[in-house]
C-alpha cells in the first residue's frame, strides 16, 4: 500500500482544521479522483500527501512505508523524490527550454552521467507525444503542451505515485480528455495517480476511484460514479 490514513486530522498552515477523520487507502496502479467544492480540503489532502502540510493527529498516516507523523524534515526530499506532483499552472521555469526544465529535475535528483540525462528525457518527451518540444520555452507552448511537459517531468524518475492538483482545470474540454487518458496510461503501467477535479464529465466517462471532500469529511463515493466501469463488467 502506497497511502494508509486511518482517522487523520488535516490542519490549514493558520491551524484550521480542513479535513476530519480522513480514511484514505492507495495502491499501486490505482487511478484515484479527489472531487468536491472550492474550499472542501482537496488540495489540503494533496498537500500532505506531498509534505506541505504536517499531519500530526492521525491513528495511521503511512507514506510509501514511512510514517509521517514521525519523519524528520531531512527525509522528506528523499521520500518526494518518489512522487511525481503535477499542478493546474504548471510550473514550469519560463526562462528555460522543456530539455533544460528537465535536465534541472533529473540533476537536483541525483542524476550525473549526460549520456543518462539526455536519454530519460528522450524517453519522457517521447512518453507524453513531446518529442518535438525539446528546444521550447513554455511560452512558446499552449496550455495542454506545458500541462504534458509537467506530466514529463514528474514521471522522470519513474515514480510510484503521481499527485496532480487540478490538472486539467485551466484546459479545454478535448485537451483535458487528453490528459486525463495520459494519466490513465501511465496508472496501468503501475504509478498510483491521484487526481483532485471539478470535472464531473471527465470522472464518468474515464473510471477510477472517486473519493468525495464534503463538510470536513472525506467519503469514498464511487460506486456513484462508475456506472460505465460497472457496464464494462458486465
Known amino acids: 500500500m502506497l497511502i494508509d490514513y486511518k482517522k487523520v486530522n488535516i490542519h490549514q498552515v493558520t491551524g484550521d482544521t480542513v479535513l476530519t477523520d480522513v480514511n484514505f487507502h492507495v495502491d499501486e496502479g490505482e ?8 474550499g472542501s480540503g482537496k488540495s489540503s489532502l494533496l498537500k500532505s500527501i506531498y509534505f506541505e502540510l504536517d499531519v500530526d493527529e492521525a491513528e495511521s498516516a503511512v507514506i510509501i512505508n514511512h510514517d509521517i507523523r514521525k519523519l524528520k524534515k531531512k527525509y522528506v526530499p528523499a521520500l518526494r523524490r518518489q512522487m511525481g506532483i503535477i499542478f493546474q499552472d504548471f510550473q514550469l521555469l519560463g526562462d528555460r527550454t522543456v530539455y533544460k526544465n528537465l535536465y534541472f529535475v533529473l540533476k537536483a535528483t541525483g542524476w550525473k552521467d549526460r549520456n543518462d540525462i539526455d536519454k530519460r528525457i528522450k524517453e519522457v518527451l517521447a512518453d507524453v507525444g513531446m518529442e518535438d518540444k525539446a528546444d521550447k520555452f513554455p511560452y512558446e507552448l499552449s496550455g495542454g503542451e506545458q500541462q504534458h511537459i509537467a506530466i514529463a517531468r ?7 505515485l503521481i499527485v496532480a492538483d487540478e490538472p486539467t482545470g485551466n484546459l479545454d474540454p478535448e485537451t483535458a480528455e487528453g490528459i486525463i487518458q495520459l494519466l490513465r496510461h ?4 503501475g504509478t498510483a495517480v491521484i487526481m483532485s477535479t471539478h470535472n464531473m464529465v471527465l470522472v464518468n466517462k474515464y473510471p477510477g476511484i472517486v473519493y468525495r471532500c464534503c463538510d470536513g469529511s472525506l467519503e469514498e463515493v464511487t460506486k456513484d460514479y462508475n456506472e460505465i466501469l460497472s457496464e464494462e463488467e458486465n
Request: charged letters at 10%; aromatic letters at 10%; proline letters at 5%.
Open 186 to 189: 501511465i496508472s496501468q503501467t
Open 31 to 38: 487511478f484515484i479522483y479527489i472531487i468536491g467544492r472550492v
Open 154 to 160: 514528474a514521471i522522470l524518475n519513474n515514480p510510484k
